[in-house]
């Protein structure tokens, strides 16, 4: 069946850095397409980014581009959010899915069958 399970998350200062992990087990991450959605207090969760099992589709929702990067180490079984000049609209539990659809089906349209536990992101001074 398969699980992941997200780490990284913790306090940051607007302007700061994150990298959080997702590892999955069970199966490999370079066969589906792995997920990074977050919900904030009274939000909606969002797809954030994506990767299918080609690394050439990801997907990024528009308040992230540039700032955040999504990469995959096989050897680890592990995908990695690379989240750079942080702000406070950032803050909010970050989860980990599974999917398999395209980067942009699985993000935008919550196609998933595999949720982590999440792991809590605060941006704040």
């Known amino acids: 069946q398969g699980q992941v399970l997200e780490s990284g998350g913790g306090l940051v200062q607007p302007g700061g850095s994150l990298r959080l992990s997702c590892e999955a087990s069970?199966?490999?991450?370079?066969?589906?397409?792995i997920a990074w959605f977050r919900q904030a207090p009274g939000k909606a969760r969002e797809g954030v980014s994506c990767?299918?099992?080609?690394?050439?589709?990801?997907y990024y929702t528009d308040s992230v581009k540039g700032r955040f990067f999504i990469s995959r180490d096989n050897a680890k079984n592990t995908v990695y959010l690379q989240m750079n000049n942080l702000k406070p609209d950032d803050t909010g539990r970050y989860y980990c899915?599974?999917?398999?659809?395209?980067?942009?089906?699985?993000?935008?349209?919550?196609?998933?069958?595999?949720w982590g536990p999440g792991t809590q992101v605060t941006v704040s001074s």
């Open positions: 899915a599974r999917g398999v659809r395209s980067a942009q089906d699985v993000c935008v349209g919550h196609l998933v069958n595999r």
């Open positions: 990767i299918s099992s080609s690394e050439l589709d990801t």
């Open positions: 069970g199966f490999a991450v370079n066969f589906v397409t």
